[in-house]
């Protein structure tokens, strides 16, 4: 006598629902592709923080760093004068002053030779002396940069202030690149602009 065979209820039920069972496992699997996502997509927002490097508030250079040896001065032949024209304000809306910030930067853009700055002179409009940025000469190594802030809330420059930069290195060298950035804001509008350095006094051969 062949016996029958019997079954849990929760087979049973299951065998009737079988389409409750088949929307179980579709919403596990867009559980599990949802979550997922939502992990590479937290990943990638980390990884992007952590390779973002936010940059630090401008400190004025500090000169020791740059400090240069007497001594190597005393061997180079070439040196030059280069005028840097810049802005503490300029003038619109009739004739009304927009204050500027201006940084002054300073660029080695010699591979394997460095430069000498000598002296940084900062003149008003009227051509007088208004600062002078150095007590001795500093030395950029091959592609290295320095920069000087002039800040929107000195004025003493004018439309016209100017920079003076002096420099000497050896024969073959090239001249280190020097570029006055400005930047203002005036409510929801905001300019900037740059002007680069041109030499004033022949290079001594």
Not at 78 to 88: D, E, F, K, T
Not at 107 to 122: A, C, F, K, L
Not at 159 to 167: R, Y
Request: glycine share 6%.
């Amino acid at each position: 006598m062949q016996v029958k065979q019997e079954y849990p209820d929760w087979f049973l039920w299951l065998w009737e629902k079988w389409y409750v069972l088949f929307l179980l496992l579709g919403a596990l699997i867009l559980v599990f592709i949802g979550g997922a996502v939502y992990l590479d997509n937290r990943f990638a927002q980390v990884q992007n923080q952590l390779a973002y490097v936010a940059p630090r508030s401008y400190q004025p250079p500090d000169l020791k760093k740059y400090q240069a040896d007497k001594a190597d001065l005393e061997k180079l032949t070439r040196s030059q004068s280069l005028y840097v024209p810049c802005y503490s304000h300029i003038y619109y809306h009739g004739g009304s002053p927009l204050l500027l910030e201006t940084t002054l930067s300073i660029r080695n853009i010699n591979r394997d030779q460095p430069v000498i700055i000598t002296s940084i002179e900062y003149f008003d409009t009227d051509g007088k002396l208004v600062k002078s940025y150095l007590e001795q000469p500093i030395r950029l190594t091959p592609f290295q940069t320095i920069e000087f802030l002039v800040e929107e809330k000195d004025s003493t420059g004018g439309s016209g202030a100017n920079f003076l930069v002096n420099w000497t290195a050896d024969e073959g060298v090239n001249q280190p690149l020097i570029e006055a950035v400005m930047i203002g804001a005036s409510g929801p509008r905001a300019i900037a602009f740059s002007r680069n350095a041109i030499a004033i006094s022949p290079v001594d051969n």
